[in-house]
């Protein structure tokens, strides 16, 4: 029992001091061991093992890469208000689906809110708003390539039922890839409190929480009304989302148009690289790609880095940033390997559009990275 304890707290020491990337807001990151985390500051050590200390309105972000093998087996539920959560749906009584997540418990989730749920498959069905055409009825995507519209009447942990225009259909979840939700409108305007955080968790889930704190290997939060611990193990990025920095990958778009390319929808893929390389903050496209962000009070700057992957000889990509309706950077016959930084001041413009293009008369080899980009304050 001794040597197990013993085991157990050298596991726990060695992962206090396992290496986060702090990214402060200047943009610039480091590689820090995280001590604490209040509603005023971060303390850490740095690379030459001495403690520093970080106010919290100059933190942006911490990264880890985390090993632990925690990937959801089950599915993941997409909200409208950009939260998502890995589990598996328990029943569903009147208006409320109630939801089992293995770090946090049982979760309430007005069906209003659900865009979708998925396996964590990156081949699974995804969402047809990507392609500009958001779903006018439910829609249930089957394993074996079926598909059966209609209206969601009924979840339970073993089965959902659609209402098909013939019939009532009730399909074990064992034989679901996705399901997608009618779309009903746009969501309420969140209401942030002063300082919050989006935090992603290593099954997949990423929610929005506030009051966080850090501290002895663990993090208390509030999300969804509801208090919060999880060892850090369980966690792999915290964002600052009202802070100096917005990460436009974390925020959820007011306008997409992805156009089809050979027949199916070409979507964004966010947090991967165009060859699907993990990439926080990256948002991945093939043109035609438009994607559209409000711009909330205080932000002077928007931010851009963008990469053509060195594999795609027949490359010919053009990308725009605009403000409102007005271009104000151009990027034309952008090949293989091209990588470059815009920075536009954003004056008095309330929308940012990212737009990628192909002078490609085939359409072909249209994949371009938007690297981590930004508003600054």
């Given at each position: ?146 598909i059966a519209h209609g209206a969601i009447s009924a979840m339970s942990a073993q089965n959902i039922t659609i209402q098909t225009s013939t019939t009532s259909l009730s399909v074990p979840w064992s034989n679901v890839a996705t ?199």
């Amino acid at each position: 029992m001794k040597i197990a304890a013993i085991i157990l707290a050298f596991a726990s020491a060695t992962y206090a001091a396992a290496p986060w990337q702090l990214t402060s807001a200047d943009l610039h990151s480091q590689t820090i061991n995280l001590k604490a985390l209040n509603a005023d500051s971060l303390d850490y050590i740095d690379t030459s093992g001495h403690p520093q200390h970080l106010p919290l309105n100059q933190f942006v972000q911490l990264q880890h890469e985390n090993s632990s093998e925690n990937a959801s087996s089950g599915f993941i539920i997409i909200l409208n208000n950009g939260q998502r959560y890995a589990g598996t749906a328990q029943r569903m009584t009147g208006d409320q689906l109630s939801w089992q997540n293995p770090l946090l418990g049982n979760l309430t989730i007005p069906v209003a809110s659900v865009l979708q749920i998925h396996r964590p498959d990156p081949d699974a069905p995804r969402r047809s708003e990507a392609a500009g055409l958001p779903p006018t009825e439910d829609i249930i995507h089957l394993t074996n390539g079926d598909i059966a519209h209609g209206a969601i009447s009924a979840m339970s942990a073993q089965n959902i039922t659609i209402q098909t225009s013939t019939t009532s259909l009730s399909v074990p979840w064992s034989n679901v890839a996705t399901v997608e939700f009618a779309s009903i409108g746009n969501p309420p305007p969140a209401t942030q409190p002063t300082q919050s955080f989006q935090i992603a968790l290593d099954d997949g889930s990423t929610l929005q929480a506030a009051q966080l704190a850090i501290a002895e290997d663990a993090a208390h939060f509030i999300t969804n009304g509801s208090a919060q611990t999880l060892p850090l193990s369980h966690i792999t990025n915290i964002e600052q989302l009202n802070g100096p920095v917005l990460f436009l990958a974390s925020v959820k778009p007011i306008e997409q148009i992805q156009t089809p390319l050979l027949g199916d929808a070409s979507s964004a893929r966010y947090g991967s690289t165009a060859d699907n390389t993990p990439l926080p903050n990256a948002i991945s496209v093939h043109a035609y790609s438009q994607l559209q962000w409000a711009v909330p009070p205080d932000y002077r700057t928007v931010h851009v880095q963008y990469a053509v992957p060195s594999n795609l000889p027949l490359a010919d990509i053009v990308l725009r940033v605009k403000l409102d309706d007005r271009t104000v950077s151009e990027k034309t016959h952008l090949h293989a390997g091209a990588n470059s930084i815009i920075d536009v001041p954003l004056g008095d413009a309330r929308r940012v559009t990212l737009e990628a293009d192909t002078d490609n008369p085939y359409r072909v080899q249209g994949f371009v990275t938007w690297l981590s980009p930004a508003l600054i304050k």
